[in-house]
C-alpha cells in the first residue's frame, strides 16, 4: 500500500497568508511526479499555529525520488535568492497506510 509523508510546520500567525500563498503559487509542482497520488494543505482552525502538509506515495522509492528531483527544487534546493521562509519549524513523519476506506457507491 501507499506511504503518506506529512510535514508539520509552525507556522506565526502572520505569516499564514505568505505560507498559503507560496503553495497557490506552486500548485502542479507534485502532481505530474511518478508515484505521486494525493495532497493537502491544512490550515489549523483552533488553538495550535501547526500546519500538516499531507502527501501520499506510491512507494517510499517514489517519494525518495521527487525529494533528490522536483522535492528539492521546491523546497529552496535551487540556487539564487530565496525567501524567508514562513515556518519556524518543519517535522516530516511518515507513514505506511494500512488500511483504507472510501464512500460506498450506490
Same mark, same amino acid.
Given at each position: ?8 510546520l ?7 497568508? &505568505?505560507? *498559503? ?5 506552486? $500548485? +502542479?509542482?507534485v502532481e505530474?511526479?511518478? #508515484?505521486?497520488?494525493?495532497? !493537502?494543505?491544512?490550515?489549523p482552525v483552533e ?11 506510491? &512507494?517510499? *522509492? ?5 525529494? $533528490? +528531483?522536483?522535492?528539492?527544487a521546491?523546497? #529552496?534546493g535551487a540556487?539564487? !535568492?530565496k ?24
Amino acid at each position: 500500500m501507499s506511504v503518506v509523508k506529512i510535514n508539520v510546520l509552525t507556522v506565526p500567525a502572520e505569516q499564514r497568508e &505568505t505560507l *498559503e500563498q507560496r503553495f497557490a503559487a506552486r $500548485a +502542479g509542482a507534485v502532481e505530474g511526479s511518478d #508515484g505521486f497520488e494525493w495532497f !493537502e494543505l491544512l490550515r489549523p482552525v483552533e488553538g495550535t499555529d501547526t500546519y500538516l502538509v499531507y502527501t501520499r506515495w506510491r &512507494t517510499e *522509492e517514489d517519494f525518495q525520488r521527487w525529494m $533528490a +528531483g522536483r522535492g528539492q527544487a521546491a523546497h #529552496g534546493g535551487a540556487q539564487g !535568492e530565496k525567501p524567508r521562509p514562513a515556518a519556524t519549524d518543519a517535522t516530516l513523519w511518515s507513514f505506511e497506510v494500512v488500511q483504507q476506506a472510501a464512500p460506498k457507491q450506490d
